[in-house]
């Protein structure tokens, strides 16, 4: 999937086997190991679980994102853009586009997200991307959701509908 400036598309696992070596958070290394992990126990399901490479078109590999596979209710979303690429709206625009894919999957009603209380560039993007605060903490701070229009239900205000 792609936009005039980006394009994202779920890794391989040489692709995901690379980025686990050449990870050095540890933190980030063993999050990758349990998206292939979770890629190898759900093969019919590989695109939930892998890692999503996010490029310019040119080519430059600007971040990543994922879902959590398919095992909650709501699919988790996750993303991250390398510092040098920051504040130039590229997750904003590859969110979009993962929600569109994942959106376009039956059964799918919502996505949810969460993000650290003091990552404010992270909430504004979940914003823009139509997420809104549910109430709930996770593991790094407060979740949020974007629902689906197709099942109905009525969408948060200020929820930008255009691609969702």
Not at 10 to 31: G, T, Y
Not at 116 to 144: H, M, T, Y
Request: proline content about 5%; charged content about 30%; aromatic content about 10%.
């Amino acid at each position: 999937m792609e936009t005039d400036r980006i394009r994202i598309y779920p890794a391989n696992r040489e692709q995901m086997e690379n980025s686990i070596l050449a990870e050095k958070d540890d933190e980030l290394k063993k999050a990758y190991g349990e998206m292939l992990d979770g890629c190898l126990a759900h093969p019919d399901q590989w695109d939930w679980y892998a890692m999503w490479m996010i490029e310019k078109t040119d080519g430059t590999h600007i971040g990543d994102l994922c879902f959590k596979g398919l095992e909650e209710e709501n699919p988790e979303i996750g993303y991250g853009i390398f510092e040098e690429f920051q504040g130039n709206g590229y997750a904003t625009e590859a969110v979009k586009l993962a929600l569109k894919w994942a959106f376009d999957h039956p059964g799918i009603i919502a996505i949810e997200a969460e993000t650290d209380p003091d990552n404010v560039a992270s909430q504004k993007v979940l914003k823009k991307c139509g997420f809104e605060p549910n109430g709930k903490i996770g593991e790094e701070g407060p979740r949020f959701t974007v629902y689906n229009k197709k099942y109905g239900i009525p969408l948060p205000a200020g929820c930008n509908e255009d691609f969702i």
